[in-house]
Each structure stands twice: as C-alpha cells, then as structure tokens.
C-alpha cells in the first residue's frame, strides 16, 4: 500500500511557484464573489449555533486559509453549513446552560477536538470509511436536519420570536403564535424565497445535463 508522507504532501510551494499573473484578476473576481455569500451566510449560521455573528465570520476565513495551505485542489470552497451549525448548537446548547460565554468556549471545544480526528483520519487514509454509511442513513439525517431547521427559522420568516427546545416544541410553539405573525416580514421572505426558487430554476434550464457518451467500439459491439 502506498502513503502519502505526511509533511512532503503539503501542495502550496508546488503550486504558488507554478501561479501565472493572468490568473490573478480572475481569481480577485472569484474571491469577492464568494465574500458576498459568505459573509451573510456565516453570519445566519453563527446564530444556528448560538454564537455571536463575529463567530461565523472567523469561522468562514480562518477555515478557508486553513484549507488553503493543505488542500490538494485549487478548486475547492470552504465554508461554515447550517447542518454542523444545528449539530453544534444542539449539542453544546443545553451544557451551556443558556450561558453566551460557555456555550463559545464549549463549541470551540468541539471544533478543535473535531480538528484533531480529521488529522488523524487523514494519516491513516480513513476517508474510505464513508462508503460504509448506507443511503438510509443520510436521507434520514438530510430529512430530520431539513425539519428541525425549518421549526428554528419559520418563526423569523412569519416575523415574531421562536423559542428553545426539541422539534415539538419549537413546532407547536409556532403554530401556537401563528396570531402573531408580522406581514411585511413574511412578504418580503416570502418573495426573497421565489425570487432565489426561480433564479436556481433558471440556471437548470441553462445548463441542461449533457447527454450520455457511446464509444464506437461499444456501439459495434451491440450490432
């Protein structure tokens, strides 16, 4: 079996000295244009888990330079997600004890041990492991993830504040306040969501999924 040397594989001084000058307004584009999407979004994130907005923010550069030193692909994103940012804030919320400070320290905890596995998941070539987690098992995740964001963030969406506690609770809890509901701020989610529905329509139908290949030999083949 064949490993990678753990401190010859870093990839920057290969690249960096293989950089072209044209590449860099484009690049200069590319940047500014994911700055747009990651500032807002670090900072919607941040408050999934509990953390003040700054938090996301940090999260989203000091990931990406990260990655940058160590990645492999010059082609790749790094960002902060809703799905770990519920996963954080479900887990440390309740040993925080409603505490801002605590629940910092605790999540900065879990990044940094979380940091620690992946390191070692990647001296022993253990990313074949995730071939092993079933279909099942991801739809599941994506379905109660999809549901217990939507209880977290259709308050905000009808305009009144929501609560805390487990899906059942922040569900009822909406449905119980549903009198309460702010219709500006509901016209105006409401036509910011069709607004990014028809934009992401729009680029399917532009970008239309190429058609399958045939090779001639496996044309002949079937004659």
């Given at each position: 079996m064949n490993r990678r040397?753990?401190?010859?594989?870093?990839?920057?001084?290969?690249?960096?000295?293989?950089?072209?000058?044209?590449?860099?307004?484009?690049?200069?584009?590319?940047?500014?244009?994911?700055?747009a999407y990651?500032?807002?979004?670090?900072?919607?994130?941040?408050s999934l888990a509990g953390l003040p907005p700054e938090a996301g923010l940090y999260a989203c550069l000091f990931s990406g330079?990260?990655?940058?030193?160590?990645?492999?692909?010059?082609?790749?994103?790094?960002?902060?997600t809703s799905a770990l940012s519920l996963l954080i804030g479900a887990s440390v919320g309740d040993l925080s004890g409603g505490d801002p400070a605590r629940q910092a320290s605790l999540a900065a905890g879990v990044a940094?041990?979380?940091?620690?596995?992946?390191?070692?998941?990647?001296?022993?070539?253990?990313?074949?492991?995730?071939?092993?987690?079933?279909?099942?098992?991801?739809?599941g995740f994506k379905a109660g993830l999809a549901l217990y964001l939507a209880s977290t963030q259709l308050p905000k969406l009808f305009g009144f504040k929501g609560t805390h506690g487990d899906f059942w609770e922040r569900a009822g809890y909406f449905l119980e306040h549903l009198g309460e509901t702010h219709?500006?701020?509901?016209?105006?989610?409401?036509v910011a969501l069709t607004a990014l529905i028809a934009g992401s329509d729009d680029s399917r139908r532009k970008d239309p999924e190429p058609a399958p290949l045939i090779h001639p030999s496996s044309r002949r083949s079937t004659r």
């Open positions: 040397p753990a401190l010859g594989s870093i990839p920057v001084p290969r690249w960096v000295r293989d950089y072209r000058s044209e590449w860099l307004r484009p690049d200069l584009v590319a940047g500014l244009t994911l700055a990651l500032l807002p979004a670090g900072i919607a994130d941040a330079l990260v990655f940058w030193f160590l990645c492999s692909s010059k082609h790749t994103v790094i960002t902060v940094l041990f979380v940091a620690v596995i992946a390191i070692v998941a990647w001296l022993v070539q253990a990313g074949s492991a995730v071939g092993f987690f079933s279909e099942t098992v991801l739809v219709r500006i701020s509901l016209l105006v989610g409401v």
